[in-house]
């Protein structure tokens, strides 16, 4: 499902779309324009009250590059 089939399929159902994730595959617009959504949170079945967000991770690739955002912070911190 791409980012803009997720969109509409959530505002149809009366909810709002929260944070849209990119991983580490997608670089600029071309890219994102070509992501699709592997996880979603709340998870697809769950019942949620009308107007709840829906946040949805994205990529364009057939693995997933999630970047450790706890290492980072760790990195930055030893550098200084």
């Not at 399929?9 to 944070?19: F, M, P, Q, S």
């Not at 617009?29 to 946040?55: E, H």
């Amino acid at each position: 499902l791409t980012s803009n089939r997720a969109e509409r399929r959530i505002t149809e159902r009366y909810l709002n779309l929260g944070a849209a994730i990119y991983d580490g595959i997608v670089h600029n617009f071309a890219d994102s324009a070509n992501a699709y959504v592997w996880k979603q949170i709340p998870p697809v079945g769950d019942q949620v009250k009308l107007g709840s967000f829906v946040d949805i991770w994205l990529t364009t690739g057939d693995t997933i590059q999630v970047q450790d955002s706890l290492l980072i912070e760790t990195q930055l911190s030893d550098e200084e």
